[in-house]
């Protein structure tokens, strides 16, 4: 090797946002003019910078290039010492390269981003909700989770009520809110909330204020169709039974009028209409008759009395023809 290095400090410690500086010396011991390629090795090599990153020295000349670490105050600088390398690669004999180590130290650092989803809840009988927590520092911490509510008109879950959450990561709880009176109708209500991420350690948390808005169970909209069909239900009732049809009356009258007319039985008096009366003159005929009958019967009967008995055949088969008509 024909060279000579020294780290001063060789570790060192820094804040967060902040900067810290060590510096490299490299001396040329060989005899001839050398370059000297500068570079942070290690995973400090993200915010670590060399300046100057190339010494050009002369034989038995020395050279310094100054190192600076300024992590960013974020989870990508993890807290706790972090080993580096500065690598010095000469150009004239690349074999002879060599990494001089140190370390650099980050110091921690604590900060959680919180946010409640969604930070208006809406149900009738129950909302649900999320709080979203992110842990924006270098270090794991542990966040508990509270609920308040200063009307004490709410009741609420959160699972879990406490949690862990690496460097860079995030986190979820859930919420569970019930009104401690259910809203039947009405207009709704609002009950205000707040919820708290308190870090270990701390004694003060993060507040989030939210909300609660509870909606009645059967709203206006739907009274107000209720009403209405209810309207027109009585309102056609009554149209029913002021213009419904008789339709007794009509039974009645069709019943009347197809039933058939009643056929006379043996024992009742014929409708028909009964037979003239013979004419006067006939009826003395009648008795001639009856007698020429009598006195034909008895042999002894004269021809007037045969004429007779004639007229009275014609009468009694006129008779007969009433009676068999």
């Given at each position: 090797m024909t060279w000579w290095n020294s780290l001063d400090p060789a570790a060192v410690t820094v804040d967060p946002g902040g900067r810290a500086t060590v510096r490299l010396r490299v001396r040329n011991t060989g005899d001839t003019v050398e370059e000297y390629r500068l570079g942070v090795v290690g995973p400090a090599a993200g915010w670590a910078r060399v300046e100057p990153d190339v010494l050009r020295l002369?034989?038995?000349?020395?050279?310094?290039?100054?190192?600076?670490?300024?992590p960013p105050r974020s989870p990508d600088a993890a807290a706790g010492p972090t080993p580096f390398?500065?690598?010095?690669?000469?150009?004239?004999?690349?074999?002879?390269?060599?990494?001089?180590?140190?370390?650099?130290?980050?110091?921690?650092?604590?900060?959680i981003r919180a946010e409640l989803l969604p930070p208006t809840i809406v149900g009738r009988f129950r909302g649900r909700a999320s709080v979203a927590v992110d842990n924006l520092g270098n270090t794991p911490l542990t966040a508990a989770l509270t609920l308040r509510d200063d009307a004490g008109?709410?009741?609420y879950e959160v699972d879990p009520t406490a949690i862990q959450i690496a460097p860079g990561r995030a986190a979820f709880a859930n919420l569970t809110i019930r009104p401690q009176q259910v809203l039947w109708t009405g207009s709704?209500?609002?009950?205000?909330l707040t919820v708290s991420v308190r870090r270990s350690?701390?004694?003060?948390?993060?507040?989030?204020?939210?909300?609660?808005?509870?909606?009645?169970?059967?709203?206006?909209r739907l009274l107000a169709a209720g009403g209405v069909l209810a309207a027109l239900a009585v309102a056609s009732v009554v149209a029913?039974?002021?213009?419904?049809?008789?339709?007794?009356?009509?039974?009645?009258?069709?019943?009347?009028?197809?039933?058939?007319?009643?056929?006379?039985?043996?024992?009742?008096?014929?409708?028909?209409?009964?037979?003239?009366?013979?004419?006067?003159?006939?009826?003395?005929?009648?008795?001639?008759?009856?007698?020429?009958?009598?006195?034909?019967?008895?042999?002894?009967?004269?021809?007037?009395?045969?004429?007779?008995?004639?007229?009275?055949?014609?009468?009694?088969?006129?008779?007969?023809?009433?009676?068999?008509?």
């Open positions: 002369y034989p038995g000349s020395e050279g310094t290039a100054e190192i600076s670490f300024a390398g500065i690598r010095v690669e000469p150009r004239e004999n690349p074999e002879a390269r060599d990494v001089v180590e140190g370390q650099v130290t980050v110091a921690p650092f604590s900060e008109r709410l009741a709704g209500q609002t009950h205000p350690g701390d004694e003060q948390g993060h507040e989030l204020p939210g909300s609660f808005d509870q909606r009645p169970v059967l709203p206006r029913w039974l002021t213009y419904a049809p008789d339709f007794d009356g009509s039974a009645r009258e069709n019943q009347a009028v197809a039933a058939p007319a009643a056929v006379p039985q043996g024992g009742e008096k014929d409708s028909l209409d009964d037979a003239p009366a013979p004419p006067k003159g006939e009826k003395g005929g009648g008795g001639g008759g009856h007698g020429g009958a009598d006195s034909g019967s008895g042999g002894t009967g004269g021809g007037t009395s045969g004429g007779g008995s004639g007229d009275g055949g014609s009468s009694g088969g006129g008779a007969g023809e009433a009676e068999g008509g």
